[in-house]
């Protein structure tokens, strides 16, 4: 009874004991009401996993834009984790979260899910109802996007990357969806609490800009340190998964690393997962699923070295440069290389989720609900209320400024452009003017942002398909008292808190009691960044690669207010216009895969070169070499290029590890132009290896010049752990 009267005093915002009955009838009546409300809110929750990861081999990584970094095998594999939480009492309706361990979430990889979807469940799960959030890890194959400032140094649309994210995703879905806890309610808890030294702010300077009275109201400084933790459990106390939510670039693996990586929120859902499956459970298979959700991380690091020059120096603040020139300004992080900063950084938001999950007890209580929009964001005119009393502030066609070639402190650009340019230099006005020439109202719209690249002209002199989008999805999802506003851009810490408070107040207003509100952040579809009109003055890489102008976050806050207005009362709001279809344009420079060959009298699968000894201790790294088919033939989704497995004697070999474990590292290298290739199975023994017998071994697929595939496999000699 007590926990009813809670749950209800939550919901309608007064606590009961205002009320004074007078009569008996009332006490049954107010009791009635109580099962009533504690009833409607119950839930049916679903979890899935499932791999999103695309070509291994040959195609450049999105997220640097650094044309040499081009993939040549993986550490470890991404994966799709799905959500599904059901309003059991309200019509069934329903609202699905998905977490990517992809770059960002283009607009082109939900739409195609949702098209897929709807052939499957009819209209179950729509682009209103599901949102679909990118980890942004940079260490994972590009060109899944319809804009090509997005497949340029990809150099053109990748179809298997993209179909292995998109098929990704709905399986996912689709296992939650299996997995709904039919007949049994479930519950969610929740749990805040700090993660200590895991992020810093990349650009503090541009931070500083915003008003002092505002700054003050935020104890943690300039980036958000809290971690919100929502522990999914049934009411018979089974436990099905977990999702949070914190801010950190996926930039712990530098632009030099060429192996697929989830980077550090993947291998923090990895320690989760082994914590809760066990350490014998196999990555990616469940069936706890954990989440964790990037957030307002525009402008926060992983890096919490900070950013120095080669000679050990700070680089200067404004700028981040050595000696005038921005290459050798570079962030690192807390481990000894990008490996060890990448599980450092993982573990620590692990461990902070470990321990909120664990000691969770405050409920999620409330209706399941959801609204959705689209917006062009090229021409909105901003409400006074929402662009700080400006009178005509209105958003810009899209462009990028000289400070988004600078890069950033986690990946320093090149041409020696530098952070906080805010002048155009008559060389790079005449290259940028071939693409295409701002207007003049355009320039002013912009400013003092200095137009590099003028995205949202350009496609008017081409083809039509677009360097960067226009239309953009807004979207809401709530589960009781928690918002999450899904975001199709990288928000920075300060943009992010006064989003966060809009819908607060909003939901406040509207009598929801300490309401909880969370960012998922490259969601749904990629716009670049979005700072404060403060930050945007500032013109570090942010600011420069705030695509629509200085309103751009004021945007954003007045189109959140009308989604929460018609979420909380049913005010109208219109569809919006849907974004263009643009596959038919799609390029690709993409050579594709050649065939493979091997030395006369040698197969496929067979050793180029064997383990080196045979016998092995904690600490050191094994190492085989087989002869190999190109990797980029099959990505092997949901399967695996290599396993390490233990002798058991009687009852054979038992398989340890696969390519989705961070212990291994599975690498291909070129030999010659005829199609000779190996691959290289790396193992990195761990300090609680059992002792025993052990073997690697390899599958691939090689294909021949009438362009059939073939299978094979490969085994190492068996070699002893001690």
């Not at 009492?89 to 361990?101: A, F, H, M, S, T």
């Not at 809290?226 to 693996?253: A, C, I, K, W």
């Not at 008559?426 to 701002?438: D, G, N």
Request: charged share 20%.
């Amino acid at each position: 009874y007590q926990r009813r009267v809670r749950d209800s005093e939550n919901y309608l915002n007064f606590p009961l004991s205002c009320l004074d009955p007078v009569s008996s009838v009332m006490k049954l009546s107010l009791l009635f009401l109580l099962c009533f409300l504690t009833t409607v809110f119950s839930y049916q929750i679903g979890v899935g996993i499932a791999d999103v990861t695309g070509s291994p081999t040959q195609i450049s990584f999105m997220g640097y834009a650094h044309p040499g970094q081009i993939g040549r095998g993986i550490h470890t594999r991404q994966f799709a984790r799905a959500f599904i939480i059901v309003d059991e009492e309200n019509e069934g309706k329903r609202v699905v979260i998905v977490n990517g361990d992809i770059c960002m979430c283009m607009i082109y990889v939900k739409q195609s899910v949702v098209v897929k979807l709807k052939e499957k469940y009819g209209n179950l799960y729509t682009e209103e109802n599901v949102a679909i959030s990118g980890t942004h890890t940079h260490s994972g194959p590009g060109g899944y996007s319809w804009y090509v400032l997005y497949d340029f140094t990809t150099f053109g649309f990748d179809q298997p990357t993209a179909d292995a994210i998109v098929n990704g995703i709905v399986e996912a879905i689709s296992k939650a969806h299996d997995n709904l806890a039919q007949g049994s309610s479930s519950s969610i808890l929740y749990n805040m609490g700090p993660v200590v030294d895991a992020n810093i702010n990349r650009s503090p300077t541009s931070y500083e800009a915003n008003p002092e009275e505002e700054k003050a109201q935020y104890p943690d400084g300039n980036t958000d340190k809290q971690m919100t933790v929502f522990r999914l459990q049934r009411d018979d106390g089974h436990e099905l998964g977990m999702f949070n939510f914190y801010p950190v670039h996926g930039t712990s693996m530098n632009n030099t690393n060429k192996l697929i990586s989830s980077d550090n929120k993947g291998y923090a859902a990895y320690l989760f997962e082994r914590y809760k499956n066990g350490n014998t459970s196999v990555a990616g298979s469940g069936p706890f699923v954990s989440g964790f959700i990037q957030a307002n991380e525009g402008d926060v690091s992983p890096n919490t070295d900070g950013a120095k020059c080669p000679d050990g120096t700070p680089c200067d603040p404004c700028t981040s440069t050595c000696g005038g020139k921005n290459e050798g300004c570079i962030a690192s992080g807390p481990g000894e290389d990008m490996i060890e900063s990448t599980h450092l950084i993982g573990q620590a938001q692990s461990d902070t989720a470990i321990s909120l999950y664990e000691k969770a007890v405050e409920k999620i209580s409330g209706p399941v609900d959801f609204a959705h929009v689209y917006v062009n964001f090229s021409s909105i005119a901003v409400d006074p209320e929402f662009s700080e009393g400006v009178q005509n502030a209105t958003t810009c066609l899209a462009a990028v400024g000289y400070s988004f070639a600078a890069g950033t402190t986690d990946g320093p650009g090149a041409f020696n452009f530098y952070q906080g340019e805010n002048e155009t230099t008559p060389f790079w006005e005449w290259a940028s003017s071939i693409l295409a020439k701002p207007t003049e109202e355009q320039i002013k719209c912009q400013a003092p942002k200095p137009i590099l690249i003028d995205t949202g002209t350009i496609a008017w002199n081409f083809t039509g398909l677009r360097w960067t989008p226009e239309i953009l999805p807004v979207q809401v999802l709530r589960v009781g008292q928690l918002f999450i506003a899904a975001v199709p851009a990288e928000f920075t810490t300060m943009s992010g808190r006064r989003l966060k408070k809009v819908i607060s107040d909003a939901a406040i207003a509207a009598g929801v009691k300490n309401p909880l509100v969370e960012i998922a952040g490259l969601a749904n579809g990629y716009s670049q960044y979005v700072t404060t009109y403060e930050e945007y003055q500032k013109q570090r890489y942010e600011a420069a690669s705030t695509l629509f102008g200085p309103w751009t976050l004021s945007a954003y806050l007045q189109e959140f207010s009308r989604l929460t207005d018609s979420l909380f009362y049913g005010t109208p709001i219109p569809a919006g216009p849907t974004p263009r279809n643009d596959t038919d344009l799609l390029f690709t420079l993409i050579p594709a895969p050649s065939a493979d060959s091997v030395p006369s009298g040698v197969n496929f699968g067979d050793l180029y070169e064997d383990v080196n000894k045979t016998s092995w201790k904690a600490g050191e790294v094994v190492n085989v070499t087989f002869w190999a088919g190109n990797p980029r033939h099959d990505s092997r989704r949901g399967d695996t290029f290599l396993t390490v497995e233990k002798d058991e004697g009687t009852k054979g070999w038992r398989v340890v590890f696969r390519d989705a474990d961070p212990q291994t590292k599975f690498i291909w290298s070129k030999i010659n132009d005829s199609g000779e290739s190996v691959v290289s199975v790396e193992w990195t023994i761990d300090d609680d290896t059992e002792s025993g017998k052990y073997r690697i071994r390899h599958f691939g697929t090689w294909m021949d010049r009438l362009n059939h595939l073939h299978s094979y496999t490969g085994v190492s000699s068996t070699f002893s752990v001690l």
